[in-house]
């Protein structure tokens, strides 16, 4: 029987009961993340490496850099990936323990409220992650940034630092913000679905 279990929510996650949700999953699991994992290592794998910050030593670097970003681009991007991922998956957990088949969720009240409930969850998880990237980066990216580095020592002050490939940094990030949306706009579709096809389950009865 847990075979079956993994097999139902294996199922469940990529064969979610609407075609907006089947497309999500597609655009959720190869683009978005094909995006992050490939793309995003190209741009942010070696930033730390060649921040500079004048004067140019290493104990200054790293505590500018650490300054310039509190938490790396790359790690909250993944944190959001799977904090976004595990509404559905709760849901699909819970289907694939009670042996509810994709075709029943919509056609049963319960159901279908639940599910609902996991799309709107994502959407307000998609909405914070966009607000917290907002104010974590920014919506660009600068050449120089300015560091306080009077704690580190007091004869550094206020000291320039050199942002490498801030260009496409900007475009990535500008990019990320616009998967955010798309995805969030994909649940609000898929909400919309679902209670047409409910309101098409309920006239044919």
Same mark, same amino acid.
């Given at each position: ?8 929510? $294996?199922?469940?996650?990529?064969? %979610?009961? !609407? ?27 070696? #930033? ?9 030593? /290493? =104990?200054?670097?790293? +505590?500018? +850099?650490?300054?310039?970003? %509190?938490? !790396? ?20 957990? $819970? ?7 994709? =075709?029943?969720?919509? #056609? ?6 639940? +599910? ?5 969850? /994502? ?29 580190? #020592? ?9 942002? %490498? #490939? ?10 990320? $913000? ?14 919309? =679905?679902?209670?047409? /096809?409910?309101?098409? +389950?309920?006239?044919?009865?």
């Amino acid at each position: 029987m847990s075979l079956n279990y993994i097999k139902n929510f $294996y199922e469940g996650c990529l064969r %979610p009961p !609407t075609v907006i949700g089947q497309f999500h999953t597609l655009f959720f699991g190869s683009v978005r993340m094909f995006f992050l994992g490939v793309l995003g290592f190209a741009v942010y794998g070696n #930033e730390a490496l060649h921040f500079s910050c004048d004067p140019d030593r /290493r =104990e200054l670097n790293l +505590y500018c +850099y650490n300054q310039f970003r %509190p938490i !790396t681009p790359q790690v909250f991007w993944a944190l959001q990936l799977v904090t976004v991922l595990v509404p559905g998956a709760v849901f699909h957990l $819970y289907a694939a323990c009670k042996n509810i088949d994709q =075709e029943e969720i919509l #056609e049963r009240q319960l159901y279908t409220v639940f +599910y609902i409930i996991s799309v709107l969850l /994502r959407i307000i998880l998609e909405v914070i992650a966009f607000w917290l990237q907002s104010h974590l980066f920014g919506f660009q990216v600068h050449p120089l940034f300015m560091c306080d580095a009077s704690a580190l #020592e007091k004869t550094f002050n206020v000291t320039k630092c050199m942002v %490498p #490939e801030h260009f496409e940094k900007t475009i990535f990030l500008s990019a990320m $913000y616009t998967f955010t949306v798309i995805t969030i706009l994909l649940c609000i579709a898929e909400i919309f =679905e679902i209670l047409c /096809r409910r309101l098409g +389950y309920l006239n044919n009865q």
